[in-house]
């Protein structure tokens, strides 16, 4: 499975964005897809993750609420949609895959796309 995300950039905190990750995965629905980040100096996290049918979502705390992931099985894309961004969700964003996840298992990835860095300025 290769994913290429994009649509990262340098934002306000308080605008939004909304970055995209291209699959080219044959069966595209059979994966769950999940984002996570790294900030400059830290470990990287989790964000959040969607089952195939998109029936199963999973937030990490510090973004629930202000982001929503979704998908298009028809595109083999799944976004992030940021809002309400806060100079500490400054980061390299990975987009990720695992075939089979759904909540409430714990989302490990399989797949790793290249990151995009978001910037949040203050």
């Known amino acids: 499975v290769q994913l290429q995300a994009s649509g990262g950039g340098l934002v306000q905190a308080g605008d939004s964005l909304r970055l995209s990750c291209a699959a080219s995965a044959r069966t595209f629905s059979a994966y769950g897809m999940g984002w996570f980040r790294q900030a400059p100096g830290k470990e990287r996290e989790f964000v959040a993750a969607?089952?195939?049918?998109?029936?199963?979502?999973a937030y990490a705390d510090s973004v629930k609420g202000r982001f929503t992931i979704s998908r298009d099985n028809a595109k083999n894309t799944v976004y992030l949609q940021m809002n309400s961004l806060k100079p500490e969700d400054t980061a390299v964003y990975y987009c990720?895959?695992?075939?089979?996840?759904?909540?409430?298992?714990?989302?490990?990835?399989?797949?790793w796309g290249q990151g995009t860095l978001v910037t949040v300025s203050s």
């Open positions: 969607i089952s195939g049918s998109g029936g199963s979502i």
């Open positions: 990720t895959a695992r075939y089979g996840w759904a909540a409430p298992r714990i989302y490990k990835a399989d797949y």
